[in-house]
């Protein structure tokens, strides 16, 4: 694998990691704490805030990785910073006019939108100096301003939870982090910015700029409606109560497959997007490096889920084993689906790709969960997501194969087949365990384990290939 890939995968990783991990943690504990109910009204509130924090960076997600963002950044860095502060200090009005006008007499709630609210602040100086270290690929300083800022704003959220704040303690988590990333990025914004004003495009650039932002902008609203599709129908059609059990089914089968997704993402576009480099040979390492992991996610996650909500979680939780497992069947297509996206945008594709996804959304998935979920709940909503993927892998597969002559599913069956035959000894180990352990120690003894035996079998099997992807 290449050196540069290498090195910004293992910093982006940490990026993504650090930025969700204590997140997911707090998340765990507050379900084990507060009934579902209450966990449901905390899965309201991350969308509606979600809603607003979509538009607070313009989409702008999508210059990190554009290959030739330092021919736009003189001419649009001005233009998008003033966008920036208008749009992010209307978020804030509108926060304190919901407060004026609905929660004054609600205390928690209000303090809760107020503290939400002031975090727009300090997004445009944020999205700008993120703009300017990607552009640079300066991943290392990205994942440190990362992991210090979403460990340090979670653990003060964690201490004003054990003082006796509670749920209210969860609203000054983007405050403090959007606080503690601003005072990080100060020393790296002056030199950045001074090392792009001598650069210039052409204004038909410019233009382009602003209608990738667009494609990028609407592409990101509907994946935000789609990964949050659930909470939305769960709320109206069934309530907050069940909206806390799907909620709490995200937190535990999204921890690794999705993340690590986004991270190889995020470490291979500029490289696909290299008509230098040998296109056939990135897919293959891309996708051995996913399968290697999510594989024995999945498994893991699917054997686990019974034991750790039994030990940890009240009766009342019980209904979130049956969804992990249902969900978990929907995360292969995801993955590939991720992929396809990825593949197209680092092309150029970027109306085709919207096109196939927001179609799929639009005609298949929206009816689909609709109906579904009036029919069977919880249990309907997840059958629609595996069957929405399944024909959106399909619709970006025909594409990648007529385009690329590409046959990106015979691929992964191909590559997945090895792994599989490793996670047979990593099921074999654990149900072992269970034999011989019982408990919180059959769990944890279990899982470790069972990673020594996956990781064992592959290396033992498979080291000339491993070897391949790490190291050349």
Request: proline letters at 2%; one cysteine or more; charged letters at 10%.
């Amino acid at each position: 694998m290449d050196y540069k890939i290498k090195n910004n995968l293992i910093n982006i990783l940490i990026e993504t990691v650090s930025k969700d991990l204590f997140s997911i943690l707090f998340r765990f504990l507050l379900a084990y704490i507060v009934i579902s109910e209450i966990f449901g009204y905390y899965a309201i509130y991350t969308f509606i805030f979600g809603v607003f924090y979509i538009f607070s960076d313009l989409a702008s997600e999508y210059i990190f990785i554009k290959e030739d963002i330092s021919i736009f950044i003189s001419n649009f860095l001005r233009p998008l910073q003033k966008r920036l502060v208008i749009i992010n200090l209307i978020f804030l009005i509108v926060h304190l006019l919901f407060i004026y006008f609905f929660t004054l007499d609600n205390i928690i709630t209000s303090i809760i939108l107020l503290t939400s609210g002031l975090s727009f602040v300090f997004k445009p100086s944020i999205t700008i100096s993120r703009i300017l270290l990607a552009s640079k690929e300066n991943f290392k300083v990205l994942s440190k301003v990362s992991f210090f800022s979403n460990f340090f704003s979670w653990l003060i959220c964690l201490v004003l939870f054990f003082f006796n704040l509670g749920i209210l303690s969860i609203g000054f988590q983007p405050l403090l982090s959007n606080f503690i990333t601003s005072i990080f990025y100060i020393p790296h914004k002056k030199v950045n910015i001074d090392s792009f004003i001598t650069k210039s495009s052409p204004l038909h650039s410019i233009s382009k700029f602003n209608s990738q932002i667009i494609h990028s902008l609407s592409r990101n609203i509907f994946l935000f409606l789609n990964y949050y599709l659930g909470i939305l129908l769960l709320t109206i059609l069934i309530g907050p109560t069940e909206v806390g059990l799907y909620f709490f089914v995200f937190s535990l089968s999204d921890v690794i497959p999705t993340h690590l997704n986004n991270i190889l993402n995020r470490s291979f576009y500029k490289t696909f997007s290299n008509k230098n480099n040998d296109f056939g040979i990135l897919i293959d390492q891309y996708l051995r490096i996913i399968l290697f992991f999510l594989i024995p996610s999945i498994v893991g996650i699917f054997l686990t889920v019974d034991p750790f909500v039994t030990l940890f979680y009240s009766i009342e939780w019980q209904n979130v084993i049956l969804y992990v497992r249902i969900y978990l069947f929907s995360l292969p297509f995801q993955i590939l689906n991720s992929l396809s996206s990825t593949i197209l945008y680092s092309k150029g594709l970027v109306s085709e790709d919207n096109n196939i996804f927001t179609n799929n959304f639009l005609f298949i998935k929206i009816p689909f969960s609709i109906v579904l979920t009036l029919v069977f709940g919880t249990i309907g909503f997840l059958i629609s997501t595996i069957f929405s993927n399944i024909i959106l892998t399909l619709k970006y597969a025909l594409f990648i194969f007529r385009y690329f002559k590409l046959n990106l599913l015979l691929k992964s069956i191909k590559i997945a087949q090895q792994f599989i035959k490793a996670s047979t000894f990593m099921v074999i180990t654990y149900f072992f365990i269970q034999l011989i352990a019982d408990g919180i120690l059959q769990l944890v003894v279990g899982i470790l384990m069972s990673i020594i035996t996956y990781f064992s079998v592959n290396f033992i099997i498979y080291q000339s290939k491993i070897k391949t992807i790490l190291i050349k």
